[in-house]
């Protein structure tokens, strides 16, 4: 089932019965009621993915995996680099998933053209970061061979400290 769907899918009932009982006691244009249940169906199938699309959220908690993890403990961050350009937050969170905890997924873009620069940084679980070192460093990708390794604190090119 298609997730927009499946996340709309009791709005959908909801407004289906509102229509239906709304229409049920008018006696419109002489058709029956069963005709306004299917157009009050059709209607809020099609209205109800596109609002949920407009607003950005979703009501199903398995379709927001790009959000941070509510995790306590020690944490990691590994570099990740040669992702694909058409990678994005979701697919590699999901790959690093399968080796441990993931807290957040930042792929870096360029400034000018907003499109991917082919690294980023994930933050896990400290006790899952060399596992996914070992598992994921060199491995195959979207068609691209990964380069994982615990990220270098970003250096400041601040001179006047002499």
């Known amino acids: 089932m298609l997730p927009t769907f499946r996340a709309s899918l009791p709005y959908t009932l909801a407004l289906a019965v509102l229509v239906y009982l709304s229409f049920a006691f008018l006696p419109v244009l002489g058709l029956g009621q069963e005709i306004f249940v299917v157009i ?32 306590q403990g020690e944490t990691t961050t590994l ?17 690093f998933q399968r080796f441990g905890i993931v807290i957040n997924v930042r792929l870096m873009k360029d400034r000018q053209t907003g499109r991917r620069r082919g690294f980023g940084f994930v933050e896990v679980a400290a006790k899952d970061g060399s596992k996914m070192i070992q598992k994921l460093n060199d491995f ?5 061979t990964l380069k994982v390794r615990e990220a270098k604190e970003r250096q400041d090119n601040d001179d006047s400290e002499e």
Do not use: C, M, W
């Open 40 to 71: 009050g169906v059709l209607l809020a199938g099609i209205l109800i993915p596109v609002l949920l699309d407009v607003k950005g959220g979703t009501t199903d908690p398995v379709l927001q995996t790009s959000k941070a993890v509510d995790y």
């Open 79 to 95: 570099y990740v680099g040669n992702l694909p350009y058409r990678a994005n937050e979701d697919a590699v969170k999901e790959l």
């Open 140 to 144: 195959n990708f979207q068609e691209r």
